[in-house]
């Protein structure tokens, strides 16, 4: 059994050779058709392109040019120098240094003039009408009244009123009258049955925003004097203040406890106006306004001051010194507009 299947693998693998070698043969044999033509394809040769730049301008030779020559400057050639001058700044009050004492003096009836007396008579109604709008009650009771002498308002005539009606209980105003009719008539409240009627005359909004338009109704030709410009400030606000003098030859044994009024410009322009009262021993204040640099008043404080006792120091053989002494710390009020 497999001897058989030996014999016949034999001769299928050998009928697979002699079909493929008829194949092989047959392909061989084959030529190519008639019509078939082989082409050859030469390959083409590069092509190589020159580009000539655009002709340019010719460049250009620069010969060396000449030395420089040095010249001499004369003396009257020479740039002149020029002085700059430290700017000054201008401040809306005169100057002045006071040897004696100032203050604001109240006249009565009896000492004002006939102008000032007939002057007061046709502003009393206008007077009266804006006292009781702001209510002061001042048709009713018996009311004096006196001039405050102010030499830092000439055209203004200025009149303190006032009532007592008891023990504490005591109103008074100020009005300011124009003398050549260029304003109007202000009344300036300062206490009433004993009590300020919004916050203390010396700081109130409505005393400074007053004393502001007296200021610019005056329109003055020359500026009025700082110090009496501070005196008639507190005298409108209810206060106859006194300063102490300023120069040291006024200042003796008998010096006033109080400082020296004091006149100081702030970096921004501002000017400070500090008077400490020296017509009251008893209760010293001290007085501060800052105005701008147009003279408009912005704010006011009031305070107590501190006291100083002057003593006369005599110089040393290496020289006299002098000792600025501030004054004390005081409780304040103050408002700002």
């Known amino acids: 059994m497999r001897r058989r299947r030996t014999i016949q693998g034999v001769l299928a693998a050998a009928a697979i050779a002699a079909m493929g070698g008829l194949v092989v043969a047959q392909t061989a044999s084959t030529p190519n058709p008639p019509d078939t033509k082989v082409k050859q394809i030469t390959p083409a040769a590069p092509v190589v392109r020159t580009i000539t730049p655009a002709p340019g301008p010719e460049p250009k030779v620069i010969a060396p040019g000449a030395p ?6 004369t003396a009257s050639e020479m740039p002149k120098e020029k002085t700059v001058s430290p700017a000054v700044r201008q401040i809306p009050f005169s100057i002045s240094e006071k040897d004696e004492q100032e203050t ?3 006249l009565t009836v009896d000492q004002m003039k006939d102008r000032d007396r007939d002057l007061l008579a046709d502003a009393q109604g206008t007077i009266g009408d804006r006292a009781e709008q702001l209510g002061l009650d001042f048709k009713s009771g018996s009311w004096t009244y006196g001039q405050v002498e102010c030499a830092a308002l000439p055209h203004h005539l200025l009149m303190r009123f006032s009532r007592n009606g008891g023990t504490g209980a005591e109103s008074v105003f100020s009005a300011s009258i124009p003398r050549d009719g260029n304003g109007r008539v202000r009344v300036i409240p300062i206490r009433l049955k004993g009590y300020s009627l919004f916050s203390p005359a010396p700081v109130n909004a409505l005393t400074i925003a007053a004393f502001n338009h007296i200021r610019e109704e005056e329109k003055p030709a020359t500026p009025p004097d700082w110090l009496g410009t501070g005196l008639c400030y507190a005298a409108l606000a209810g206060r106859n203040a006194a300063s102490a003098p300023q120069t040291a030859s006024a200042l003796g044994a008998n010096a006033p406890q109080a400082m020296p009024a004091r006149l100081e410009i702030e970096d921004g322009g501002d000017v400070v106006i500090s008077i400490e009262d020296a017509g009251s021993a008893s209760r010293p204040m001290e007085w501060s306004m800052v105005f701008d640099g147009k003279g408009k008043l912005l704010r006011a404080t009031r305070g107590a001051a501190g ?7 005599r110089p040393t053989q290496t020289g006299a010194h002098s000792v600025r002494i501030p004054p004390g710390a005081g409780s304040q009020d103050s408002i700002s507009k």
């Open 104 to 106: 604001v003096k109240i």
């Open 307 to 313: 006291t100083v006792s002057a003593r006369e120091i």
């Open 68 to 73: 420089n020559k040095v010249r001499t400057i």
